[in-house]
């Protein structure tokens, strides 16, 4: 059993039943004391120190890759002639699990090398990857003991949870699990899909069991692969899942340790794909799917996960993949808004990244290797989002902020005009990150705006990133 660190151990102990009856009384009152604090109340009894510390490095990074990968690459999102699937093939296509089963001996990614991924999420800039140790089809892309639905069981025979995580080990990246408790594979997970019907009548199926065996698989998971920074559940919604087991489950995975991060889709709390949690639910921090919050989350952890193209799983088909542009500006968007990125890659059935999602990151990359300053351990814009960019933040010591104004939109003549008051011109230096070693006049204009006048014409038509430093 994992220690519970936070709630008081009950230890056993001898009584007559007369004088246990007012310990029930108390425990029944307690408890339902506890049910109507929830509202209010923190899940968890943390100090803000002790949690600013444990979400430290989560905050800092700012970006991280999201990696969907499972036997759902082998069909590539094309069943029977229909093309539009990912890794929701086996529920949208209606594939009876004995059909789907066999993936599992066409799962041979012979290209897989972990090194060449994690390295590429590395030069892009990100600093974790989050992936699919189990997504929704039940599938477990590790060795486990608990189960035969795993890659042990393919031809390809290799723990690839366990080369990613020595990769990631040896490059300095931080690996994160994603893992559903939505199954539709074991015997035990309820509800079934309607339209399995006879297929797979329910029997003797014990939720209870399923929930056991997800508990097995995470010990694994947090004991097998080094240090794992965050467990990102998923698959929350259906009404076998309620917030007390959300509860349990928070408290069992921090057990697991202490100081790993666990995503709010372990509880009830979400509020459809705007993904931010009701008060009192379990959850260090929001999850807005496919879209980025209009004006951020003041005082609130979130991560904006999002696909390159319009699937999670690798979709042959799928081409509709964002511009590098679209890509950058929404990683300084969501920065300019106090969250992270998740960005999603798809790998292919031969355990190669789309060649689309290749060029994307090694893009992505070349702007990091200039700006990454202007992201890393930001905070969130002192000033509404504008029309010709966004601005984040970096608090000094001496409470003096550093200013990071993403020009996405080159003002006319290169003349950039900011609101008064933003910064005292006298005490700080502006430059481009581009090119740090030549400053940049600040000057007040009309009503104490500030004047600063730039190049004729942007030296990243994508994301021009201009420094205003104060002076030491
Ligand atoms: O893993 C990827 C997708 O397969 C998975 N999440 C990302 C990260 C995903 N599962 N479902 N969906 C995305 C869409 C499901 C939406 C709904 Fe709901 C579930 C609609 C109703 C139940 C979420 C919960 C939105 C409203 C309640």
């Given amino acids: 059993m994992p220690r519970q660190l936070w709630e008081p151990g009950t230890e056993g102990n ?35 120190e002790a949690r600013d510390a444990r979400m430290g490095w989560w905050r800092d990074a700012r970006f991280g890759m999201f990696i969907h990968w499972g036997l759902y690459a082998v069909p590539a999102g094309e069943w029977n002639g229909k093309t539009t699937y990912g890794e929701w093939i086996r529920t949208e296509a209606e594939i009876p699990l004995a059909e789907y089963e066999k993936f599992r001996d066409q799962f041979n990614p012979v290209k897989f090398d972990a090194q060449a991924w994690v390295r590429m999420a590395k030069a892009a800039g990100m600093k974790y990857i989050t992936i699919t140790s189990k997504h929704h089809d039940g599938f477990s892309l590790f060795d486990s003991k608990h189960t035969d639905w795993d890659v042990m069981s393919t031809p390809f025979q290799r723990d690839i949870l366990k080369e990613l995580s020595e990769a990631c080990a040896a490059e300095g990246i931080t690996l994160c699990f994603y893992h559903s408790i939505m199954d539709w594979h074991h015997s035990d997970y309820l509800p079934r899909r309607k339209w399995e019907g006879e297929q797979r009548p329910v029997g003797d199926a014990d939720y209870g069991r399923y929930v056991e065996y997800m508990k097995h698989q995470l010990e694994e998971l947090t004991a097998n692969y080094g240090k794992i920074g965050v467990l990102w559940y998923d698959g929350e919604w259906e009404h076998t899942w309620t917030h007390e087991r959300g509860l349990d489950l928070y408290n069992f995975t921090r057990g697991l340790d202490p100081e790993i991060i666990v995503n709010n889709r372990v509880d009830k709390g979400r509020s459809g794909m705007a993904g931010m949690s009701a008060e009192g639910s379990a959850g260090d921090f929001g999850t807005p799917e496919q879209e980025i919050p209009a004006t951020g989350l003041p005082g609130k952890d979130w991560e904006t996960c999002m696909t390159m193209n319009n699937h999670w799983g690798y979709n042959a088909h799928d081409k509709e993949f964002k511009s590098t542009q679209d890509l950058i500006r929404k990683l300084a968007d969501i920065a300019s808004k106090g969250g992270n990125f998740l960005l999603n890659v798809g790998p292919m059935a031969n355990g190669e990244f789309p060649p689309e999602s290749v060029q994307r990151l090694q893009e992505i990359g070349a702007w990091m290797d200039v700006n990454g300053q202007s992201i890393y351990g930001t905070q969130a814009s002192p000033i509404a989002e504008t029309p010709w960019g966004r601005c984040t933040q970096k608090l000094g010591a001496n409470g003096k902020t550093t200013l990071y104004l993403h020009v996405f939109e080159w003002p006319r003549k290169g003349l950039l005009v900011l609101p008064a008051g933003l910064i005292d011109p006298g005490t700080y230096r502006a430059t481009l990150l581009a090119s740090p070693g030549t400053p940049l006049t600040i000057e007040k204009g009309k009503k104490d705006r500030l004047h600063i006048q730039l190049p004729d014409t942007a030296p990243d038509a994508i994301d021009t990133v201009l420094m205003l430093a104060p002076l030491p």
Avoid: G, Y
């Fill in 14 to 48: 001898t009584m007559s039943f007369k004088k246990l009856v007012p310990i029930f009384a108390a425990i029944v009152i307690l408890q339902f004391c506890a049910a109507t604090a929830r509202a209010a109340e923190p899940v968890v009894q943390e100090s803000k």
